[in-house]
């Protein structure tokens, strides 16, 4: 039980990467802090991280691009649970247009969702966390490799790997560990939505397809004390996929 009496926050957690993550927490004894668009798939996604086994799980409606909603997310969780310990940055937005299609507002768009939703909830972690807390960022293969008509989400998840080294600089005089995940193709609805996959552009081979359990395991190993020593990293966990892509 290696989050026993520690609080965590999911953000995109009511389904896929996000619900598994805050099971496996909730599972292994965290109170978990789902936070969402709405709130009564929020509320469904509590009640199965409690039974799960989590000894409490409260949703929270939360548009990670507005500033606001994030304070009162963090503000909520301190309050109720008198701590903060583990904050996974999940939620994220994905859009498929040639870059010549692509408006400011879709990049922008992109952006927030992906990218400045991280940033923050690292700055609120940071001014709410305490020594021996944890960030763990949920990027993308999509920042080393991709493929067309995902520009925006692509740079969006580049530019997270570079935040998470910034924010793992800073956060270390604070004794907060910040580390991004790169998953590979997943199983979860956006993957099979994907227009790439529906057209053929892009082929997946069924055994580089992983669960969103696969993923959620990585993240509690990073936010574990087992990843005392890991700070700072990318850690790639797509099942070998783009060593052969």
């Avoid at 990467?17 to 978990?32: C, D, H, N, P, Q």
């Avoid at 991280?118 to 944890?134: C, E, H, I, R």
């Avoid at 907060?176 to 996959?197: F, Q, S, Y």
Wanted: aromatic fraction near 4%.
């Amino acid at each position: 039980m290696r989050f026993t009496d520690k609080v965590a926050i999911v953000t995109g957690a009511a389904s896929g990467i996000g619900l598994a993550t805050a099971i496996r927490l909730g599972s292994e004894g965290a109170r978990v802090v789902i936070a969402d668009l709405e709130q009564q798939s929020g509320d469904a996604a509590a009640r199965e991280v409690v039974a799960a086994g989590s000894p409490e799980a409260l949703a929270v409606v939360c548009d990670v691009a507005d500033e606001s909603a994030v304070i009162a997310a963090v503000q909520t969780a301190v309050e109720k649970f008198g701590r903060l310990d583990v904050v996974v940055n999940n939620a994220g937005l994905m859009i498929f247009k040639p870059i010549v299609e692509h408006t400011g507002e879709d990049f922008l768009k992109i952006l927030h969702v992906d990218l400045v939703g991280a940033f923050y909830f690292t700055k609120q972690a940071f001014l709410n966390m305490k020594p021996g807390s944890v960030i763990v960022n949920v990027s993308s293969v999509h920042a080393v490799e991709t493929t067309p008509l995902v520009a925006s989400y692509a740079a969006a998840k580049a530019a997270l790997i570079s935040l998470t080294r910034s924010a793992s600089l800073e956060g270390k005089s604070r004794g907060i560990r910040v580390n991004a995940i790169l998953p590979g193709a997943v199983d979860t609805p956006m993957l099979w939505e994907n227009p790439n996959i529906k057209s053929g552009v892009e082929t997946i081979n069924l055994t580089d397809v992983g669960k969103p359990e696969d993923i959620a395991a990585t993240i509690a190993y990073l936010a574990s004390d087992d990843a005392k020593f890991v700070d700072g990293a990318a850690v790639r966990v797509d099942g070998g996929r783009l060593s052969r892509l």
